[in-house]
Structure formats: C-alpha cells, structure tokens
T-cell receptor, first 115, second 111 residues
C-alpha cells in the first residue's frame, strides 16, 4: 500500500522567493500534520488538519507560512518570501482517526535550501 | 508545555549487545507515546506506539515501556545488529494532537 508521499524531495530557492511543498497523505487518513526538522531546533510541529475542522496553526513560526488542505486529502505548505533560516527538512504525517487512536505515519520529507 | 528529553544523545555498542534508550517527558498528562527510527536523509519510520492505557508494547526485538507517573519511557533493543544503526526518536502527544519530539539518540552498532 502507498504511504505518505511528498514533493519535491529537494528544493533549492533564492532568498525572497515563494515556495510550495506538497503532501499526499495515506488514503482514508483524516488527520494531517506538518513538521519541520532543522539542525538547531530538532523536530517541531507546524500545523495540524483534522477533517473539516479549522486547522491548528499554533506551530507556524511566522505569517509567511501558510497551509491548506483541499478536499480533505492533499495538503500544500506555502512559505512566502523565504529566508535562510527557513532551510530545513519539512515532514508531513497522516493518521487514521477512526477506531481509536492510531499512530502517525511520516513521509520522506522535502529538503528546502534557501540561498 | 510538554518537553521531551532523550538520553544519551549518542550511543555506540558492539553487535549483539542488549541496549536501552531513555526518553523523559515533563507533562504526565501525556496521552500516547510513539518511538520512531530515522535513517540519514530519510523520513521517520514508526516503531512502536504506546497508548495511555498501556504500559508496554513489543515488536520483534524491540520493547517499549511507558511509566506516566515517573515521566519516562524506555526502548529496549535486544541482540543489536549493525542494521539497527540509526537515530531513534521518541515523541508524545496530548489527546491525539501534534507530537512533541525529543532530540533523538544516535545509535551506532559496530560489527
């Protein structure tokens, strides 16, 4: 069965440009999470979508970061006016929420480098 | 706010040894605890999930325990192999929401 997929796997951009990162969750998983992994900060939560509820954006580091989830499936994380400190690996995870609590499954990540 | 700490940060052992990785958390209201493995340049692979009502989970040579009262979880790896070399991360959540991760333990198993 297909796992969580993310694209692109690598993205190099210039400071000030906008980037879009994509996540395809496991089919049937209603919860979707974005995390960021950087050398200095470890793994940190960014945003969480659950069904049709309003997303939990409490982890977004600035208003340059936004995310949407269309049709309860694919999600896009957008970073506007990228800065060098945005360089990190961006990880997406999904979770099935029926039948009790279930584990989160992670995608391979998108490595973002801002020059 | 939940904080998760993993000790040691790095560990090197000879093949065949049994070993224990430690994870501690500050909020005993933790709901679930999950252990992951991460290989260099790769995403996270889920190893074990311990739900709040459970005290331990086992999968093959891996056994994870959870003691909410003391704020600790351990991952026990039996008969370690070079293929076990990776970074091991523990993470907890409150009521099924986002995970809070520890800094990880880098494990090297030498042949």
């Amino acid at each position: 069965g297909a796992g969580v997929s993310q694209s692109p796997s690598n993205k190099v951009t210039e400071k000030g440009k906008d980037v879009e990162l994509r996540c395809d969750p496991i089919s049937g998983h209603t919860a979707l999470y974005w995390y960021r992994q950087s050398l200095g900060q470890g793994l940190e939560f960014l945003i969480y979508f659950q069904g049709n509820s309003a997303p939990d954006k409490s982890g977004l580091p600035s208003d340059r970061f936004s995310a949407e989830r269309t049709g309860g499936s694919v999600s896009t994380l957008t970073i506007q006016r990228t800065q060098q400190e945005d360089s990190a690996v961006y990880l997406c995870a999904s979770r099935r929420t029926s039948g009790g609590y279930n584990e989160q499954f992670f995608g391979p990540g998108t490595r973002l480098t801002v020059l | 706010k939940q904080e998760v700490t993993q000790i040691p940060a790095a560990l090197s052992v000879p093949e065949g040894e049994n070993l224990v990785l430690n994870c501690s958390f500050t909020d005993s209201a933790i709901y679930n605890l999950q252990w992951f493995r991460q290989d260099p340049g790769k995403g996270l692979t889920s190893l074990l999930l311990i739900q709040s009502s459970q005290r331990e989970q086992t999968s093959g040579r891996l056994n994870a325990s959870l003691d909410k009262s003391s704020g600790r979880s351990t991952l026990y790896i039996a008969a370690s192999q070079p293929g076990d070399s990776a970074t091991y991360l523990c993470a907890g959540d409150n009521a099924g929401n986002m995970l809070t991760f520890g800094g990880g333990t880098r494990l090297m198993v030498k042949p």
